[in-house]
């Protein structure tokens, strides 16, 4: 069999077996993250470590002792509700003027300017203006969370639509659809898989900040127990904290993913693409 054969021959295979190869990189992935917990743990326990970074032993029974002190559900309750909150807001208003500016040159240009001047700033940085007019309190948290998720699907929800195979604009036409119609069932679907990747981002980015507005002014959440743990020397509650930042942000990412495959048929999941 020729090269070019071969490598057909391979590709076909793959293509014929799609659940093997997401089980062999689930494989790689999972004894790859085995390897460094457990370099990890053998370096600790060889005290090569400073005495400030504990192993992934120390740190799962930390993350168990907060959680049976009730301290865990205790912060992580305030904050799933300012970052679910503030990202919901932020990615639905950005997919649906991310959508519209795609499909209209008069809305992009309207929103041009303002999105390069105001995208670069952190916006962190907002927080205390905000906090000036509301105080820090949840509704400024969930602002500044919104406004950040905004513009990762804002972007890609447009690009989407501006990419948009310009034949099937065409045919919808020349069916005599409306473009309220052509909107809806064709620009939102064939704009979604990338919209998609868009949302995922913005859910990322909604964690991010949701643990940055947090550790200022008085607060309550995971990101108040993780500075309150740094400044009491807790270091054990600081790492259990961060692990339970991270499994937020898993646990959400995948019920998204779960949510847009019921929602979308199984035939997005949003995780291809570029953000």
């Not at 105080?135 to 972007?155: N, Q, W």
């Not at 600081?238 to 959400?252: E, H, Q, R, T, W």
């Amino acid at each position: 069999m020729s090269t070019s054969g071969s490598m057909a021959a391979q590709l076909m295979r793959r293509q014929s077996f799609p659940g093997a190869s997401r089980e062999r990189t689930w494989l790689i992935s999972s004894l790859f993250t085995m390897f460094v917990l457990a370099a990890w743990e053998a370096l600790a326990m060889a005290g090569v470590l400073p005495a400030y970074i504990y192993g992934p032993i120390e740190i799962a029974r930390a993350f168990v002792e907060l959680a049976r002190g009730g301290d865990l559900a205790a912060q992580t309750g305030p904050s799933l509700y300012r970052a679910l909150s503030g990202f919901f807001i932020g990615s639905a208003i950005g997919v649906m003027l991310g959508l519209l500016a795609g499909v209209s040159r008069v809305f992009r240009d309207l929103f041009d300017l303002t999105q390069s001047f105001t995208h670069p700033i952190p916006k962190i940085a907002l927080f205390p203006a905000i906090a000036v007019l509301l105080g820090f309190t949840d509704k400024s948290r969930i602002l500044v969370i919104a406004i950040s998720a905004f513009y990762p699907s804002y972007l890609n929800a447009m690009n989407g639509a501006l990419g948009i195979n310009a034949r099937l604009l065409w045919v919808a036409r020349n069916a005599g659809a409306s473009k309220l119609r052509t909107f809806f069932q064709v620009v939102v679907p064939a704009a979604m898989p990338r919209a998609l990747v868009g949302v995922r981002i913005s859910l990322m980015i909604s964690f991010v900040l949701m643990v940055a507005t947090e550790v200022v002014g008085h607060s309550n959440g995971l990101g108040a127990g993780l500075m309150e743990a740094y400044r009491d020397g807790e270091y054990g509650a600081m790492y259990a904290g961060i692990v339970a930042v991270a499994l937020c942000g898993v646990v959400s990412n995948a019920v998204l993913q779960l949510v847009v495959r019921a929602l979308s048929g199984g035939r997005h999941a949003g995780g291809g693409g570029h953000g």
